[in-house]
C-alpha cells in the first residue's frame, strides 16, 4: 500500500479538465465524449472518476455544447471551446482550461478512458512538488517492458498559460515539445488498463461487450 502524501495538496486547488474537443475522426467524426459505454456517455463516466480528485470541474468541447452543458452539470462544470480556430489538437483545449481555471493546478484527462486512475491527482501533485516540477505526466510499462508516455493525463500549473499561448501562435503543437521547455515530472502507474482509450467505434463496441 502506497503511504500516505506528508503536504497533501488540497482538491480545491485543482480544475480537472475533461478533453473532448477533438475531430473525432477515428470514429467517424463522431463526438467522441457523448459516445455511449454501457448506457452513459464517455464523458460523463470520466467526469465521475476526476470529480472526488478536483475542486472544480471544465469539460474542453467544440461541438454539442449543450449536450456537455448537460452531462456537467451535476459537477456544476464549465464548458469551453478553443481559442484557436480548426480544431488544432490536445494544446489547444489545454490553454482554454488554463486561462479559465482559478486554481493553482490543472489536471488534464481525455474523454475517452472511463478506467482513469482514482489516485491520478493525488500522485501526479506529489511528484510535482517532490520534483520541483510545473508538469506532471503518467507513465506504464507494457508487456514488453517499453515505458509508454500518457501526456493527456497531465497536472499542469495554470501560470504556464502565457507560455502556452506563446508556443502555439508560434505554430507549434507537439503536446511533449511543449512540456519539453519546462520541468516536468513523470509518473509511473502500475495498471496499464487505467489508461486505456477507445479510439474507433469498433474498440467501443468490444468495450461494451466485454
Known sequence: MRPMSANPVPTGSITGLVLAGGRGQRMGGADKGLQMLHGTPLASQVLARLAPQVGMLAISANRNRDAYVALGAPWQA????????????????????LRAARTE????VPCDSPWLPADLAERLCDAALARH??????TTT???????LHP?????RTSLADDLAAFLAAGERKVRAWYARHTAAEVAFA???AFYNINSLQELADFERA
Open 133 to 138: 516540477a510545473d508538469i506532471a505526466t503518467a
Open 191 to 193: 495498471d496499464e488498463r
Open 78 to 97: 464549465s464548458v469551453l471551446a478553443d481559442t484557436l480556430p480548426d480544431y488544432p489538437g490536445p494544446l489547444a483545449g489545454l490553454l482554454a482550461g
Open 105 to 108: 493546478w490543472l489536471l488534464t
Open 152 to 156: 493527456v493525463f497531465a497536472l499542469v
Open 142 to 148: 507494457n508487456a514488453d517492458g517499453a515505458v509508454l
